[in-house]
C-alpha cells in the first residue's frame, strides 16, 4: 500500500507549511470603449504603472487587458461598501490606506485583540488592501473601490500549525459584519480543508451564515484566491474553501490575458482578475519602511509601496473592489446575483486557448456562455458587471435558493489504467442552474491515479477531479488513499439540467485498483420561469457573427433584453419580426415572440415597444426611446434623451440631463426623480411638448423634492406648496415650493421659499404651449 501524505504543500520557501501567502509576480486583442469621461481618472503618480486598472501596453502587454474600470468612477467609488480584508494584517497607519480604514471594525483572531496591526513578518495583506482601497488623488497608487471601507481581520500565518483551522474558521465568521470579504489565502495540498472533517466543521457553518446572514439576509460577498499551485497539481476543486457555493474563486492572468503558469484551475472557478507573472508586477502598498516586498533601492516604486506584489493573491482584491462598485450601484444584490452577474459580464481573453467552450445556456450574447477551466467564465469587467447591477430586476438570495438532489451507490470497480466506470443520475425536471455540486466516495489507494468528469445532460463537461497532484515534478500524483469530498462546478451555470447526467471515473495509470463507492448530485439555482432575461455585452460583435446567435425566440412569459453592458450604439425593435444591432450585429426578435422590457448601454440608443406594455431604459447616452400601443414606461436614465410615449397611458422620466418628452395618446404621467435628494444636474431641463391639463400628470418624487410635506397621491394636500406666477423673475419670489410661471411655461422647485432665488432647487421643466396648470394635474410619489 501506498503512503499517505495529508501534509499541507508549502506555497513560499520561507514560509512554514500554513495557508498560501500568494507569491510576487516576481516569484513565479480587447478593444476599449472609449472613455465617457476623462476627468474620471486619478493624479496618483503611480496610476500609469498601475497597468490592471487602465493597460496601455505600457510593461509589453496587450492594451484594453484591464479592469475596464476607470468609466466606472465617474459614478461609483465603493463609498458606503465595507470591506474585510481576511489576512496578516493590514497597516492602517499607511497614508494611502488609513483614510479609508475603520478601526472600529477590525479584529486579530490570533492574539484575540482588537488590533490587527501587522507582525515584524507580515506584509501580504497591507499589499491586498492597496489593491483594493488605496485612495485617489492623495498619495501615489489608487484602488479598485478608492472611497470603499476597509478593515482586517488578522490571522497568524506562522502561528502553530494545528491552531490554524480553528483561527480560520474564527476570521470566517467575522464576514457577517462586512458586505464583501477579501480572502487571499488558501491551502495546497489536496482535499485538506474538508468540510466534511470536524476540523472544518467551523468553517462550513461560517461561510454558510455569511451568506444566510450577511447583508441583512441578502448574503455578505465572499472572495477567495484560487490559488497559486497549478504546477505543483493542486485544483481549486481540492479545497471546500474556494468551492464552496458561498464563495467566489478567482483565477490570475498576466498582461496579455494568458492564465498565468501558477494559477490553480478547476471547475469551480468563476471569474479571473489580473496576477502579473514575470515582467508584470502589480504595483500596491507595502509596509512602511524597510519591512515588506520593496527594496529601498528599487528605482520603479517608492519604498512604501511596491511593484513586485502579484499571484492570485493581487487578483483577488481586484474582484472585491469590483463587487464593492456593483453594490454601491445597487445595494439590494443578493450574493446569488453578485456571483451570477460577475459571469454574465466577464471577458474572454486568449480566445484560442483550447479548453474554451460555449455551455448550453440560452440567454448571453443568443447562446451559450463561455467557460473555461483555466479562466472560469473569464477576465472580470468592472464596466460591464456594474452596468448590470444598475439594471438587476431579480434578487437571488439563501432564502429562495432551490435544490434538486439525486444519490447513488454504485459501488463499481475501477478499471486499472484505461477506459472508465461511469454512473447516471436522472432529473425529470430541472433548475435555472447557477452552481452543481457532487459528494463523492472512492475507495481507491493512490488518488493520484484518478480523474473524475461530470457530463450534463447538454454535454457541458466538468473535470471535477483530474489527477491530484500530477505535475512536471510528480508523475505519479498525489498517494492520498480514498475519497470523501464535495466537488463543484460553475461550468453549467444558465443550463436547465433536466435529463441524464453521466459521472466517469478513470484510472490514467496502472498498478492501483479501486470502486465508485456513492455520489450524490445536487443542483442549485431558481425554479424554471417562463420569464426569462437575455442578456447581450460587447461581445455580441463576436458571437453575433455566427448566424444562429441572431434570432431571438420566446414565446411565453414576460421577458427582457438586457444591453446595458453594451457600450456602442443599439437600435433595437422590439415588434415581432423586426431587426435590430446590437455592437454591430444583427439581431432579429422571431414573429411568434414577444419581449416586453429593454435596457440600453453607454451608446446614442433608438429603443422601440411594441403592443405589448413595455418599460424602455436607455442608460447612458443620448436616447431616443418610442412607445407603441400598450402601456409603455420609458426611462430616459442618463444624457439628453428623446421620450415618445405612442398610444396608451405612458409615464416618461427623462432622468439627468435635458430631456424632450412626448406623451402621445392617452393619459400620460411625466416624472421627475433621482436617487438623490434635488440635484439640478441631476434632473436637468426636460421639456414636455403636449401637456394635456386635467389628463395627463406631473409626477413629482418626494425623496428628490425633499421640502414637499403634502401627502403621496394626487394634487398638494399642502397648503401653499403649489403656485403660479406671471414670469420667470416672480417664481424665485413666491413661498410656494413648486412654482409655474404662466409666461414661459417653466416648473421651478424652490425651496427657498421667498428668500431671493431658488436656493438647492431650479428650473427642471418646460411645458410647451404654455398650458395653464393647477394643483390635480400633479402626483406626489414615494420614488
Not at 194 to 222: C, K, M, P, W, Y
Not at 395 to 420: F, H
Not at 484 to 493: D, Q
Amino acid at each position: 500500500m501506498p503512503t499517505k501524505n495529508p501534509n499541507i504543500c508549502v506555497s513560499l520557501p520561507d514560509r512554514p507549511a500554513h495557508p498560501i501567502i500568494q507569491p510576487n509576480a516576481s516569484e513565479l486583442s480587447i478593444d476599449r470603449p472609449t472613455l465617457r469621461n476623462s476627468q474620471s481618472l486619478p493624479n496618483d503618480p503611480l496610476f500609469s504603472q498601475q497597468w490592471y486598472l487602465l493597460n496601455t501596453g505600457q510593461t509589453g502587454g496587450t492594451p484594453g487587458i484591464d479592469l475596464n474600470i476607470v468609466d466606472v468612477w465617474a459614478d461609483y467609488t465603493g463609498t458606503g461598501i465595507k470591506v474585510g480584508i481576511i489576512d496578516d494584517g493590514v497597516q492602517y497607519t499607511h497614508p494611502d490606506l488609513s483614510s479609508n480604514y475603520d478601526i472600529e471594525i477590525d479584529s486579530d483572531v490570533a492574539e484575540q485583540d482588537d488590533d490587527p496591526a501587522p507582525g515584524t513578518l507580515d506584509r501580504h495583506g497591507t499589499s491586498v488592501a492597496g489593491i483594493l482601497a488605496a485612495k485617489a488623488n492623495t498619495r501615489d497608487g489608487v484602488g479598485v473601490a478608492y472611497n470603499a471601507t476597509i478593515a482586517g481581520i488578522r490571522m497568524d500565518f506562522d502561528g502553530v500549525f494545528g491552531v490554524f483551522p480553528v483561527q480560520s474558521a474564527d476570521a470566517l465568521q467575522e464576514a457577517t459584519r462586512f458586505d464583501v470579504v477579501n480572502n487571499s489565502w488558501g491551502y495546497t495540498a489536496p482535499f485538506f480543508d474538508n468540510f466534511a472533517t470536524d476540523s472544518f466543521q467551523s468553517s462550513r457553518i461560517a461561510l454558510q451564515n455569511a451568506a444566510e446572514i450577511g447583508r441583512n439576509g441578502l448574503g455578505t460577498i465572499v472572495v477567495f484566491a484560487a490559488g497559486n499551485a497549478r504546477s505543483f497539481g493542486d485544483n481549486v476543486n481540492y479545497h471546500n474553501h474556494e468551492n464552496s457555493r458561498f464563495t467566489i474563486a478567482v483565477a490570475a492572468l498576466n498582461h496579455k490575458g494568458s492564465a498565468t503558469s501558477y494559477s490553480t484551475p478547476g471547475a469551480s472557478l468563476l471569474v479571473s482578475a489580473l496576477g502579473g507573472e514575470t515582467d508584470d508586477g502589480i504595483v500596491t502598498t507595502d509596509r512602511l519602511g524597510v519591512p515588506g516586498y520593496n527594496l529601498s533601492s528599487d528605482t520603479f516604486a517608492p519604498s512604501d509601496y511596491t511593484d513586485d506584489f502579484g499571484g492570485t493573491s493581487a487578483a483577488t482584491p481586484m474582484v472585491s473592489g469590483i463587487v464593492a462598485l456593483m453594490l454601491e450601484a445597487n445595494p439590494t444584490l443578493g450574493y446569488r446575483d453578485v456571483q451570477e452577474i460577475l459571469a454574465y459580464s466577464a471577458r474572454q481573453t486568449d480566445s484560442s486557448n483550447p479548453d474554451w467552450l460555449l455551455n448550453n445556456a440560452k440567454n448571453w450574447n443568443g447562446g451559450g456562455l463561455h467557460i473555461s477551466h483555466d479562466y472560469g467564465f473569464g477576465l472580470v469587467d468592472a464596466h460591464a458587471a456594474v452596468r448590470l447591477a444598475e439594471t438587476w430586476i431579480t434578487q437571488s438570495t439563501y432564502t429562495n435558493e432551490k435544490v434538486l438532489s439525486v444519490s447513488r451507490s454504485p459501488n463499481l470497480p475501477i478499471p486499472d489504467g484505461s477506459g472508465a466506470v461511469t454512473d447516471t443520475a436522472e432529473f425529470a425536471f430541472g433548475l435555472d442552474i447557477d452552481r452543481v455540486e457532487v459528494d463523492l466516495t472512492l475507495s481507491h489507494p493512490w488518488i493520484g491515479d484518478l480523474e473524475v468528469v461530470l457530463t450534463a445532460p447538454d454535454g457541458t463537461e466538468s473535470r471535477l477531479i483530474d489527477r491530484p497532484g500530477a505535475s512536471l515534478f510528480n508523475r505519479v500524483g498525489s498517494d492520498r488513499a480514498n475519497l470523501n469530498f464535495t466537488l463543484s462546478s460553475t461550468r453549467h451555470w444558465g443550463e436547465t439540467g433536466t435529463g441524464t447526467w453521466t459521472l466517469a471515473v478513470h484510472d490514467r495509470l496502472r498498478q492501483w485498483t479501486g470502486s465508485l463507492d456513492t455520489w450524490t448530485l445536487r443542483l442549485y439555482g431558481d425554479a424554471l420561469s417562463h420569464n426569462d432575461t437575455y442578456f447581450y455585452t460587447d461581445e455580441y460583435a463576436v458571437y453575433g457573427l455566427d448566424p444562429s446567435h441572431n434570432t431571438l425566440t420566446d414565446t411565453t412569459g414576460i421577458d427582457t433584453i438586457n444591453a446595458s453592458a453594451v457600450t456602442s450604439n443599439i437600435t433595437l425593435d422590439l415588434a415581432p419580426g423586426k431587426d435590430s444591432t446590437i455592437a454591430g450585429n444583427l439581431l432579429t426578435i422571431s414573429q411568434a415572440s414577444q419581449i416586453e422590457q429593454a435596457f440600453s448601454g453607454d451608446g446614442n440608443d433608438y429603443l422601440i415597444g411594441n403592443d405589448a406594455d413595455n418599460p424602455l431604459d436607455g442608460g447612458r447616452g443620448n436616447d431616443t426611446l418610442r412607445g407603441a400601443r400598450g402601456n409603455d414606461g420609458l426611462d430616459g436614465n442618463k444624457d439628453n434623451d428623446m421620450l415618445i410615449g405612442g398610444d396608451g397611458d405612458d409615464g416618461l422620466l427623462g432622468g439627468a440631463g435635458n430631456d424632450r418628452l412626448t406623451g402621445g395618446g392617452g393619459s400620460d404621467r411625466f416624472q421627475f426623480s433621482s436617487q438623490l435628494a434635488f440635484i439640478a444636474t441631476e434632473i436637468g431641463i426636460d421639456t414636455i411638448t403636449d401637456f394635456e391639463p386635467g389628463t395627463d400628470k406631473i409626477v413629482l418624487s418626494k425623496s428628490t423634492f425633499t421640502a414637499l410635506t403634502s401627502a403621496i397621491g394626487e394634487s398638494f394636500s399642502s397648503a401653499g406648496e403649489f403656485a403660479t406666477v406671471d414670469n420667470d423673475a416672480n417664481a424665485a419670489l413666491s413661498s410656494a415650493l413648486i412654482v409655474y410661471s404662466l409666461a414661459t411655461g417653466s416648473l421651478f422647485y424652490n425651496p427657498n421659499g421667498s428668500d431671493v432665488n431658488f436656493g438647492t432647487g431650479a428650473k427642471f421643466a418646460v411645458l410647451r404651449g404654455n398650458p395653464v396648470l393647477n394643483a390635480i394635474d400633479f402626483h406626489l410619489s414615494h420614488s
